[in-house]
Nanobody, 124 residues
């Protein structure tokens, strides 16, 4: 059974940092692209970042580019999102998602499994 479990969320001050982790199981992790998306209350899903199966290419939304870094450790079946210089507008529920292919597409239909989400709150 495919399972994605996010962790690392919490409360941070503006300008602070958090590192999210997504532990994957139930599939051959190293052969699939992975993504992070987020949803603020009452708002739609926003694609935050994605990474190819081998880590050879990455995607970042303009809103987080230069502040967030996606990475993966295929030996540990884990994908990470390092979030620096956090802003209040980063407050959201962050989801890890499995892509359908080895390359990344920032589209809901191109992902077939999702984690439960981890909450990130940026507030002073």
């Amino acid at each position: 059974q495919v399972q994605l479990v996010e962790s690392g969320g919490g409360v941070a001050q503006p300008g602070g940092s958090l590192r999210l982790s997504c532990a994957a199981s139930g599939f051959t992790f190293k052969t699939y692209a992975m993504s992070w998306a987020r949803q603020a209350p009452g708002k739609g899903l926003e694609w935050v970042s994605g990474i190819y199966s081998d880590g050879s290419d990455t995607y970042y939304a303009d809103s987080v580019k230069g502040r967030f870094t996606i990475s993966r450790d295929n030996a540990k079946n884990t994908v990470y999102l390092q979030m620096n210089s956090l802003k209040p507008e980063d407050t959201a529920l962050y989801f890890c998602a499995k892509g359908r292919y080895s390359i990344y597409y920032n589209d809901y239909d191109e992902h077939d499994y999702w984690g439960q989400g981890t909450q990130v709150t940026v507030s002073s």
